[in-house]
């Protein structure tokens, strides 16, 4: 029962910073909805985020938490990655289209995978809350259970991950509408933009 619990303490952890709203989740949504590629995508952001919890939860978080410069570079890296993004969410908001095969560009499978790899490394949030967070919540297990709650988290993220990219196309009728997307990409602007003005701002 002890292992259970320590796998459900790693699952609810998990989703819990997973599911918040954020770069990784906006993007997943809008290429769901856009049908561009959403089971890679989704796979990608899963295998990052599990090789992150499994880095932090074998001792990374502690090595990350007393070296407190080594997220500058990506943080600002970050910062401007996101700004961007934010301003060309912004434009779309501002002339929306609606959701239509014909009128919608595909990316390549590489330029998408692409896309997501930076979405997620370039966030240093994603560092804090898989490194740092829950490698450190890992670390007060010992090694015989340590790996449940590692599972529990790994297996929060391929659900989410997999469920956004999928359950996407069901909300495709609603967002035949243009209106519907100025909506939706004016949430990813906002998203995208306090995201990145949060990594000036706010020191790590």
Known sequence: ??????????FGLGGSLIIAIGAQNAFVLRQGLRRHHPLPIAFLCFSIDALLILAGSLGLGTLVQQTPGLLFVVRWAGAAFLLAYA??????????????????TVPTLGAALTTTLAVSLLNPHVYLDTVVLLGSLAG???WETRWWFIGGAMLASFLWFHALALGARWLAPLFARPGTWRVLDGIIALVMASLGLSLVLTPL
């Open 140 to 142: 007060r297990y010992p």
């Open 87 to 104: 301003g060309l969410a912004l434009k779309r908001a501002i002339n929306p289209a609606a959701l239509t095969t014909e009128s919608a």
């Open 1 to 10: 029962m002890q292992t259970l619990d320590i796998f459900g303490a790693g």
